[in-house]
């Protein structure tokens, strides 16, 4: 399964080439990488943010790729405009033992209720979410997806996962794992799809009753659907792929009960060069399994 890194992909003039090539189109396109700006015609931040996002027109649609700026420092300038998507690539951020992901910080802003919170799992997904031209924001530091998810590897590939795509067309939730009255519910949002299949795996093998679900838009958690879904559940875990947030602990506590966390141990960085960070960094999903069945 060929994978693509999202940080990488949206910082480049490629991107905007895919962007023609599949008729997604935006009134302008906003980024603070002088690069990007410089390869295409895109329209670089290059003033104080007040006086920048004074000038843009809010009735437009448009499509802010962020590289070192977060999501938090732009929110007061963009809560008025009609139609707005975020790319947070944050592409200095790096991996070592533990993902570092502060970008997560924004989703209890008080103006982050105007907006969906996605994690495609696959580009398909990436770019049907774009053409939508809603108020979404994609958190995608550190975030490697399939190019396809319904591709099946090839013979030599040690993991097999055929997905159906009737389980996942149109839905926010892809289930590897789904027993009856699970002891224990894992969810997962963000990146490494083909380490979760490897997670899928292990866990089918083992005699404890666990499911697995993938979540590609964070809004989700909090609605009826969800609930229906997990309340057979007699507990629940949440992998973050980042150091835990006090906030986010607090907020994501108050819906279940009881309720766990778990960060993955990451392997194989060699380079301490950012451009490699997120190409040469996994977890294990060995490791990851043992959390689990720790949990039941």
Known sequence: MESINLSKLVLSSHFLEILDEEHIHFDSIITDNKELAEQ???ILINTHLESFFSKIDTNWNHLIILDKLSVNDIFQYVEGLKSVSILSANSALGSFSKKYHHEIDYLWNKGAKNFNYCFPWDLESFLKLLKDKSNVIFPLS???IADNIYVSPSEEEEWIQYIDKNLIDNSEILSLLSPEKADLLVVWFWNHFEELVKLSQFLSLDKAR????ILNNWNYLFSEEFKEYYKNA????FILDCNINKEIETQLSKLWKPIEFITPEFEKLTSIFPEYYYEQTWFNANSLYEKCISLV
């Open 40 to 42: 295409w015609n895109v």
């Open 142 to 144: 550190s975030q490697e």
């Open 210 to 213: 666990i499911a697995l679900a």
């Open 234 to 237: 007699k507990k629940i875990a």
